[in-house]
């Protein structure tokens, strides 16, 4: 498990280095998980430390979950105001991450990892695609 964690906080390290001195507009952490990602189809698959680090987190995504729903409780006199908004965001977000887990799946067969470090992989491509959005839309 030690050596699972120190190749993650070494990718991310290297990651903070590309950001603060090539990609400025990238995150340090992505960076790192797209440096990960080209060392794991270097290598040709999933270390079992690496694996096992990676399943962790994922018995516990529920607890994600509790932190919405109290923003939804919360603000919901402005949601309640705003349904015509709402439900583009939800559409636009649906799309979104419909558009990013094939992505995140196919990384996913040509490393032969595991299911559990798609959502490592997707995750950063979600936040790529939040940061390059407005790029565009300037």
Known sequence: MIAGLVDIFIFQGLGELVSRFAAHFIPGPVNGLVLLLAWLQIRGGVPPPLDLVASGPMRHLGLLFVPAAVGVILFWPQLKANPVAIAVAIVAGFYAKSVTA??????????????TLTAVFAI??????AILIPLFFR
């Open 102 to 115: 094939p992505v995140a799946m196919g990384v996913t067969e040509r490393v032969h990892a595991s299911p």
């Open 124 to 129: 950063p491509t979600g936040m790529l695609g």
